[in-house]
T-cell receptor
Framework: EADIYQTPRYLVIGTGKKITLECSQT?????MYWYQQDPGMELHLIHY???????EKGDLSSESTVSRIRTEHFPLTLESARPSHTSQYLC??????????FGSGTRLTVV | KQEVTQIPAALSVPEGENLVLNCSFT??????LQWFRQDPGKGLTSLLL?????REQTSGRLNASLDKSSGRSTLYIAASQPGDSATYLC??????????FGKGTKLSVKP
């Protein structure tokens, strides 16, 4: 049973649209992360948060933004989607630097 | 900059074989190393976590070893089964809790 939930699972959207990918966890984990994964490639960290009101950019530059207003919620927003944003986005949470839990991912296609 | 390499990229074996997946990393200053499993279109499932002070971890038919000084880890799968077919990802963790992933080894176990 998943303790970290991502919605939607799949999304096809037109260029220029604003989208928000949702991520929620019920475990009370302090740290949360967003990773981006292109097919056949490694996961790259694009955003992370140490707790409420904390957000940092990851190793891979991304045009997306995140917010952490509540411990359990870490949404990712693209203000204007482009075909280059087509990818899989995976949300994760952890207790400190241990016990990672990943969501099932959102597969985004921008046409 | 930390880089993680996994060899081989793909592996196909008959059911029942024992197999070894390899992972190497360039910077030995890691806090931990984790092995994950990823099924097609899904998120990641944590298999084993090895702290930097540990040499190995075991869970059922899985055994992971860590040689931090040489920058290597191996995942040993005993008596492989078709249900083990998936992509196996190696990730090294730094002090901030962020993970750096390899591209994975795609394993296919034939009945």
């Amino acid at each position: 049973e998943a303790d970290i939930y991502q919605t939607p699972r799949y999304l096809v959207i037109g260029t220029g649209k604003k989208i928000t990918l949702e991520c929620s966890q019920t475990m009370g984990h302090d740290k949360m992360y967003w990773y981006q994964q292109d097919p056949g490639m490694e996961l790259h960290l694009i955003h992370y948060s140490y707790g409420v009101n904390s957000t940092e950019k990851g190793d891979l530059s991304s045009e997306s933004t995140v917010s952490r207003i509540r411990t359990e919620h870490f949404p990712l927003t693209l203000e204007s989607a482009r075909p280059s944003h087509t990818s899989q986005y995976l949300c994760a949470s952890s207790v400190g630097i241990l016990s990672y839990t990943f969501g099932s991912g959102t597969r985004l296609t921008v046409v | 900059k930390q880089e993680v390499t996994q060899i081989p990229a793909a592996l196909s074996v008959p059911e029942g074989e024992n197999l070894v997946l390899n992972c190497s990393f360039t910077d030995s200053a890691i806090y931990n190393l984790q092995w994950f499993r990823q099924d097609p279109g899904k998120g990641l499932t944590s298999l084993l976590l090895i702290q930097s002070s540990q040499r190995e971890q075991t869970s059922g038919r899985l055994n992971a070893s860590l040689d931090k000084s040489s920058g290597r880890s191996t995942l040993y799968i005993a008596a492989s089964q078709p249900g083990d077919s998936a992509t196996y990802l190696c990730a090294v963790g730094g002090s901030q809790g962020n993970l750096i992933f390899g591209k994975g080894t795609k394993l296919s176990v034939k009945p």
